[in-house]
């Protein structure tokens, strides 16, 4: 039986929590790319085994982990460094982020420069509907009335006080 342990670490906390499994001889499994439809952020999810404990765990009842270390809120744009110093078989997973996805995954060993897939449109799954879009930017404006809004009773409030300070001044 398996048990799956996720670790969310932030995007500068990635390579000490993937050199860290590898000192502990944890092998890759798999990484892939989601993608967040509601706020068109993106998620890695980087899969390790770690055999040495995956065999004792066995023997002593059947059991294993598999450890996932998962990082969230990736902007498309945003810099992701490569593990593949840690782990070389990791080349065909980013470049498929790169590619699919259009992630920026930098210093790859192996990296094929947009070129790993044939595809007809650049970034495939990176593409929103119209209606999402629309929704995005809708929600996008209303956010900032809201925050203008905001803004504006606060400099109303902040004004009110200074002029009833000034009156009980004088």
């Known amino acids: 039986m398996q048990k799956a342990i ?19 001889g944890a092998r890759f499994v798999q990484m892939h790319a989601e993608r967040n439809v509601d706020d068109g952020t993106y998620r890695l999810v980087y899969t390790f085994i770690n055999v040495r404990a995956a065999q004792e765990h066995i023997v002593q009842d059947g059991s294993y982990a ?21 782990y070389p078989a990791v080349f065909p997973f980013e470049n498929e982020a790169h590619d699919l996805f259009g992630l920026a995954i930098t210093d790859m060993q192996i990296d094929f420069k947009g070129f790993f897939y044939q595809v007809s449109t650049a970034e495939p799954m990176s593409v929103i509907t119209p209606e ?9 404006k209303v956010r900032a ?26």
């Open 66 to 86: 598999i450890e996932n270390l998962v990082v969230e809120g990736i902007d498309q744009y945003q810099e992701i460094p490569s593990i593949s110093s840690y």
């Open 145 to 170: 009335a809201a925050e203008a809004k905001a803004r504006k009773a606060a400099a109303e409030k902040a004004a009110a006080a200074a002029a009833a300070a000034g009156e009980g001044a004088a």
């Open 6 to 24: 996720y670790t969310t670490v932030g995007i500068d906390e990635l390579l000490s929590h993937v050199q860290a499994l590898k000192g502990v």
């Open 132 to 140: 999402v879009k629309a929704a995005r930017e809708k929600a996008m």
